[in-house]
């Protein structure tokens, strides 16, 4: 995400106001977006209050609404202000990814920026405004001054005055868990459903005291709009939610408190995280927006060749199939970190993170040709990790008797594919912090070079939250940390991800939302991946986990569990889920079942040139063809709810003038996957920039389809 390019840059800044030379205050700015389809309007309030409002081809997005703050010791920092100096600029650069879903972005921009000062008290804040063509960013920053250093964060007062009782995609807002069930429903309908939602048996939960929902929020309005509310660039600031009064649709921030209540420690000459706002009439917009990650800093690592986006398997489903394989090498659980000796204990016969079977997975990478082999369960520690009541859990640099890290380090080597570590804390952040340089030089000792991050549970220090200021700190410090070890970092349970992507590409991938591991406990919605793209990968990429091909989880044991999608969606969602880091992620054997359908995952692609969204509507489909990085290859995957439907899937993305080899993976004519999830049919046909291909999904079904060999 470095090489910017600029090819228009307009820098010309207008000075329109200052105080100190001029006697007429302005009391309102209009700006309009590059397009002209946008159209934001600030001023201030006959109270001094900062006002904005949002327009999008002359509808209403966002009604006027209040900004500022409400810092301690009791001071309210919303009102009593008068514009000191405002200043528009424009800006309209390109800049190339390290690894994305299009290897360019342009940032096309137009900014407001407005300084404030409060009267009588002299406190000085201003606001910027930045806005795109799909949307609209801001930020507060608050500068240096003599008097006020540091202060509290009680509460940030932004407002989001709703047009409309819009239809909402939402999960509860809660500062630990970002794993709900997604809800569909109107903004009026929440309060009633809310507490169902909530209704989860998560790892941990803190839910808000009021009526709020996370971010990002998907909402269609009654006429016709699309819209989007985040943030982006969350640093050293707690994660946002939306409080949300349903009979008047005014929606207000958040933040996630520590457990004394405070939001945040700030010191001046800071800034916020961006508000976003994004807007489409055409929902496929939305899919296409880069306005998180424009609203980011450019990439800080100078070097970033090794940055490799991966494709992985590992020792992983087994745990939660319900065949008996354990993290834990042993069954007794009376162990203290560094002092029991566990080459004295009894080995419990089915410990999976062992020399011979991680082997076998290593193989198999090899034959198949993946990247790397995720190993969880490899290091001392799993038999007692009950989390909040025990802060020394884990070993960091300790494998379990039966894991030999050199003799698999060599052997991984002499195959051609790396091992991915893993550092589950239970979330003992506490002792991870204080280990962490020790377990990043073990890794690079050891021939890793990327490690999943895991934060079940209650925090410790037992005064945070997942989503709080601290804990937002420590994400971020843990990529910045593994960036100078030059390692990559794919969190799990982590604060939902907001464009730091591009700041540290090396934070390659991340959980944060109900993934793949559900389907094995109290199951996934099938309209559940046509939301996630919308929601929780608009502030980055997901590492998901799909491709079970094997949903019947009965066949292993005790878990009677099964898989919400067809065998066939399982393929799609390498496509409709963007990420740099996709797993394959059932066990290698039922793959060697199905050697025509892992075809398609072994063909595809995991960094691109180009994305085309083709096909969107939230909750119901999703299409979306791409460009593999450097190749003359394009990989389609479409996606449905729980209804059949017929997808359009037009390839005028391909160049003109050439015919390409289609390989077409299609659900079977009786896939459902209530009850024939696995039959599918695989058709190979000629397709050129003309075709336009009528395709059948099952119910919970879709489409895959790989595109080369062009003559």
Known sequence: MTNIKKYTAMRTIFVLLGLLAASVAVKAQTLTSPDGNFKMQFHLSDEGKPVYSLIYKEKEVIKESKMGFQISPSIAFDRNFSVVEAKIDSCNTVWNTVWGQNSEIRDHHKELWVALKQEKSGRLL??????????LGFRYEFPVQSNLRHF???????????AGNHKAFWIPADYDTNEFQITTSRLSEVPLLID??????LACKSPTPNLAVQT?????????????????ALVNYPAMHLNLDAETYLMSAHLTPDKNGNKG????GSVTPWRTIIVSDDARDILASNLILNLNEPCKIEDTSWIKPTKYVGVWWEYFTGGGS?????????????QTDYKKLKPNGHHGANTVHVKEYIDFAAKHGFDAVLVEGWNEGWEDNYAYAKEFIYSFTTPYPDFDVKELQAYAASKGVKIIMHHETTSSVADYERQMDDAFRFMKDNGYDAVKTGYVGPIIPRSEHHDGQWMVNHYNRVAEKAARYKIMVNSHEAVRPTG???????????????????????????????????????GGPMDYTPGIFEGDLSVYGSNKAKLGTTLVKQLALYVTMYSPLQMAADLYQNYEKYPDAFQFIKDVAVDWDHSYILEAEPGDYITIARKAKGKNEWYVGGITDENSREALIDFSFLPKGKKYQAVIY???KKADWRTNPKEYVIETRTVSHKTKLRQKLAPSGGVAISIKNYR
Request: aromatic letters at 12%; charged letters at 25%; proline letters at 5%.
């Open 326 to 338: 354990t993290w834990a090498y042993t069954d007794t659980q009376d162990v203290v970190i560094g």
């Open 126 to 135: 201003n606001i910027r405004f930045r806005l795109f063509n799909d949307g």
């Open 196 to 201: 169902e939602a909530r209704n989860e048996p």
């Open 265 to 268: 420690y700030i010191q001046t």
């Open 500 to 538: 730091l992507c591009r700041t540290y590409p090396n934070w390659i991938a991340q959980e944060s939302a109900r993934g793949t591991e559900f389907e094995s406990f109290n199951g996934i919605r099938p309209d559940h991946q046509t939301i996630l793209p919308f929601t929780r990968l608009m």
């Open 666 to 668: 299609a659900d079977g």
């Open 216 to 232: 990002p929020l998907m909402m269609k309005s009654d006429n016709g709009l699309y819209i989007n509310i985040h943030e982006a």
């Open 152 to 162: 509290t964060l009680k509460e940030e007062l932004t407002e989001f005055q709703l």
